[in-house]
């Protein structure tokens, strides 16, 4: 595993990379880092390079300001691109990750071969989404564990919870790392992020969406709506799992994603 950043608006971006020829970028979601994904890394770095950037407020990565748009972390992703001088990719953006996959898809379309929306939605946010962000932003500035603690356990299916009391902690360590700037910014970011139907629309290379059916965050038809929208699509369904693939079922996901990199490649 190389570690490295690359300096973007005079700040640092964290990334590290894994395995040798075509690129994968991994994306992490709110709260997360490039740590999520060490159970899906060795499934991916066996055929492909693969990417695990910390994206701006989160992880090892700095802040860049008082509001984080999916468009200006997406030029972070890119400035991460360009260093390593990596002309086409497949992206995988969970949850946040894919609101920022989705905004590189609209700004840098010829990087990429194909993307993943790993737990994520084309949609913006509702009004009710709006002020729950509006009021998370509120208790985050006061005490940020009442707000982590419980979101965190919230992302994996109810059924999941007894079973997974190492990966709950492991991704409820890494939220604790992330400091209240990052959070307050991302969550800025989220509630102001445009609708990207038309990236899932338009789109002429594959595209894949893994959904949790007990999600607690995305009802299941929602996604399942926008998985029609894609021209060339490709769906996991993961049947008992919520939020948080990558932790709940991670061979599963893992392999999915390095078949869907294969087909994107193979074009």
């Not at 009710?128 to 356990?153: C, Q, Y």
């Not at 299916?157 to 910014?185: C, H, M, S, W």
């Not at 009802?219 to 049947?239: R, T």
Request: aromatic share 10%.
């Amino acid at each position: 595993m190389n570690s490295n950043t690359v300096s973007f608006l005079k700040e640092n971006i964290h990334y590290y990379t894994q395995g040798k020829g075509r690129c994968i970028v991994l994306l992490h979601g709110f709260l997360g880092s490039s740590e999520i994904w060490k159970k899906i890394v060795p499934i991916l770095s066996k055929s492909y390079k693969v990417v695990c950037i910390d994206l701006p407020g989160h992880g090892k990565s700095d802040c860049l300001g008082y509001a984080h748009s999916m468009e200006l972390m997406a030029d972070a992703v890119f400035a991460v691109l360009k260093k390593l001088r990596i002309k086409k990719c497949v992206m995988v953006g969970h949850s946040m990750g894919g609101y920022v996959t989705l905004a590189f898809a609209k700004k840098y379309p010829e990087y990429l071969k194909g993307f993943c929306l790993f737990h994520s939605t084309a949609h913006p946010d509702s009004e009710e989404k709006k002020k729950d962000r509006n009021r998370a932003i509120k208790i985050v500035r006061n005490n940020p564990r009442l707000f982590i603690k419980p979101m965190i356990k919230n992302l994996f299916a109810k059924r999941n919870i007894k079973y997974l009391t190492d990966e709950i902690k492991f991704a409820t360590d890494i939220a604790l790392k992330t400091p209240v700037q990052g959070i307050i910014a991302a969550l800025i970011g989220m509630r102001d992020r445009p609708s990207y139907i038309s990236v899932l629309s338009d789109a002429n290379y594959p595209i894949m969406m893994i959904i949790g059916k007990q999600d607690n965050v995305l009802p299941y038809n929602v996604l399942l709506e926008q998985c029609e929208l894609i021209k060339e699509k490709h769906c996991l369904f993961l049947e008992y799992d919520g939020h948080f693939g990558m932790l709940e079922n991670p061979n599963a996901t893992g392999i999915a994603i390095r078949q869907f990199a294969r087909k994107c490649f193979n074009k």
